[in-house]
């Protein structure tokens, strides 16, 4: 049985991703066999796989993390943009169309397809699976339209965990919004909520944390502090392999491993790793 999570974010760059990166590292020093999996991503650059697949840069780091090869299972939908409203759509790897602004999509059940046909083939292989999602799950516009987030918790049938950004302010009300604009039988994923990029003594926080656990009936899974860090972003060209770049590409991905390291092990008294595992466990 292969154990997962969903990392879900109450906005875009709320540290998903990291978080991501850091539970991946964990379980891998831990001895599992564990992937990371996004299933759409949008990234301006990509990583190149070792079959000559692209992938987002984000998946790639929270490959390395876990220790595993990058593969496109792990991001099976890869959206480049290239100015003037216009965006390349890779699937599985491959430049399938370019998109225009106004323009007809790609049909959502091929789309659907893939992320589910990643999502298995990954399950076959790994002990755990780290999820994660891709902005908000409760874009009122977007809804009907979004993959990334509970259509991707319900394909792989997994607990979400959501995280919130205190460093951009209203963290509880992000939290608290997020949980009611979201359908009720996703609210029923929900598994724990943790708060990201926190200064100063967390305790301050504990009113706002026990009432929010107790309107939304899921427990606070860590206060995690802001820690100044060195790692590979969306925009970062550092990981792509290129002719050239080997040994610079070798000596910067060893330095991102000790550097999720060191927040690791600077974060463990404030993420309460042992209920995100416990989520992982219990599963739905």
Sequence with gaps: MTHKVMFQGTSSGAGKTTLAALLCRH???????VAPFKALNLSLNSFVTSDGKEIGIAQAFQALAAGVEPRVEMNP?????SGDGTMQLVLEGRPFMELCRGAKGPPKEELTRSIK??????EMEFDALVIEGSGSPV???LRNRD???MRTAELAHCPVILVGDIDKG?????????YHLLKAKHRKMLRGFII???RGDSSI??????????????PCLGVVPMVEVHLPGEDSLALRNGKGRQGGAKDARKAWMQELDRLLQSVRKDLDMDGVLKVMRDGL
């Design 196 to 198: 990201n990029r926190f």
């Design 170 to 178: 209203g963290v509880f009300a992000g939290l608290y919004g997020t």
């Design 205 to 218: 926080l504990r009113p706002g944390i026990e009432e929010i656990e107790r309107r939304m009936r899921i």
């Design 27 to 33: 379980l891998a020093q831990e001895g599992a066999k």
């Design 139 to 141: 874009e009122i516009n």
């Design 147 to 149: 993959l990334a987030n």
């Design 77 to 81: 939908i890869l959206l480049k943009p």
């Design 117 to 122: 046909g990643s999502i298995g083939t990954l």
